[in-house]
C-alpha cells in the first residue's frame, strides 16, 4: 500500500523534472553493473578485502585539528589515518588528488616535508557546472600551507610526471565515477618512491560498510595486476589502502557486529 502512494508522486517528477529520475536510474544501473563485473572479475560479492583497523594501527591515536563537518568531506576517522600513515615516513612527500576545502591537506601537511595537490582549478569547476559558493570555498583550509604545491588541473588530462617527484603517501580522492578512479589509479602506481609508500583511495565504501562498486571497481581494474592482492577496505573507515604488507584479509560481512568502540572528542572554535 505504501509504495502505490508513491506512483503519483513518482509520474509527477518524471513528467516535470526528468532528469532527476534518469540521473537516479543511471546510477542504480551503473551501480549494479560494476557490481556484476567486481562479482565476475574478482568474486567479490561483498565488496573490497577487508582489513582490521586495528592490525594496521595496533596502538592508534589519532587526532584532526582542523574539520568542518560539512558536506563532502571525509570522515574524521579518514583525516586521521592519513595523519598516521604521514607520520610512518621520515619527511613524507604527500600527493593528494582532489582537495576543495583544503581539510585533509591542513591535517596532513604539519607532518610532511612537501605536499601537492591536485584539484580542479576555479575555471575547471566552473565548466562542470559547480556554483560559485562550491569554486569560493576551494582550498578555503590549505591556501595559506607554506609547504604546499596547489595545481590547478584534471586529473585525467594532467601530465603528473610534469611534477618531477615520487612520493610516500598518496590520497585520491577526486572524480569518483568508475572512470575517474580507474584513471586516477593507473597514474598514481607510477608515483609511488619506494616498496613502503602507501595510497589511499576514499569512498570505496558508503556509511562504512555498504561498497561503492564503481569505486571499487574502478580501483581494482586500474591497479597493476601483482599489487591487487595488497589493496583492500580498512575497515572502520571509507577507505581503501594499497600497503606492500600482507595482511589477513576477510571479505565484509555485512551488517557487520561491532568488535571495537572509539573514543572521540569534539571541540569546536568560530574562524
Known amino acids: 500500500m505504501k509504495k502505490i502512494k508513491l ?10 523534472k526528468p532528469s532527476v529520475i534518469l540521473k537516479a536510474l543511471f546510477h542504480a544501473v551503473n551501480e549494479n553493473m560494476r557490481k556484476q563485473q567486481v ?37 574524521p576517522i579518514d583525516m586521521a589515518v592519513l595523519v598516521e600513515f604521514a607520520k610512518r615516513f621520515n619527511g613524507c612527500d604527500y600527493l593528494e588528488i582532489g582537495t576543495w576545502r583544503g581539510e585533509s591537506l591542513v591535517n596532513v601537511a604539519p607532518h610532511c616535508n612537501s605536499c601537492v595537490s591536485v584539484s580542479l582549478s576555479d575555471d575547471e569547476m566552473k565548466q562542470f557546472g559547480f556554483n560559485e559558493k562550491y ?19 584534471n586529473s585525467r588530462t594532467f601530465d603528473f610526471h610534469s611534477l618531477n617527484q615520487k612520493f610516500d603517501l598518496i590520497f585520491v580522492d577526486g572524480d569518483h565515477s568508475y572512470d575517474g578512479v580507474l584513471s586516477d589509479t593507473k597514474k598514481v602506481f607510477e608515483l609511488l618512491k619506494n616498496e613502503n609508500s602507501i595510497i589511499v583511495w576514499h569512498d570505496c565504501v558508503a556509511q562504512y560498510e555498504i561498497p561503492d562498486f564503481e569505486v571499487v571497481a574502478g580501483i581494482l581494474d586500474g591497479a597493476p595486476a601483482d599489487k591487487r592482492d595488497k589493496i583492500f577496505h580498512l575497515k572502520n573507515t571509507l577507505c581503501a589502502v594499497y600497503m606492500n604488507k600482507k595482511f589477513n584479509y576477510k571479505q565484509p560481512d555485512f551488517p557487520a557486529i561491532p568488535d571495537k ?11
Open 7 to 16: 506512483v503519483f508522486p513518482f509520474l509527477k517528477l518524471l513528467l516535470t
Open 135 to 153: 569554486v569560493r570555498v576551494q582550498r578555503f583550509f590549505s591556501k595559506d600551507l607554506k609547504n604546499v604545491k596547489h595545481v590547478g588541473a
Open 39 to 75: 562479482i565476475d572479475k574478482y568474486g567479490l560479492k561483498n565488496g573490497m578485502q577487508e582489513v582490521d583497523f586495528l592490525e594496521v594501527f595496533p596502538q592508534f591515536k589519532g587526532e584532526v585539528e582542523v574539520h568542518s563537518l560539512l558536506y563532502g568531506t571525509s570522515m
Open 261 to 271: 568502540k572509539f573514543r572521540m572528542k569534539i571541540e569546536v572554535e568560530n574562524i
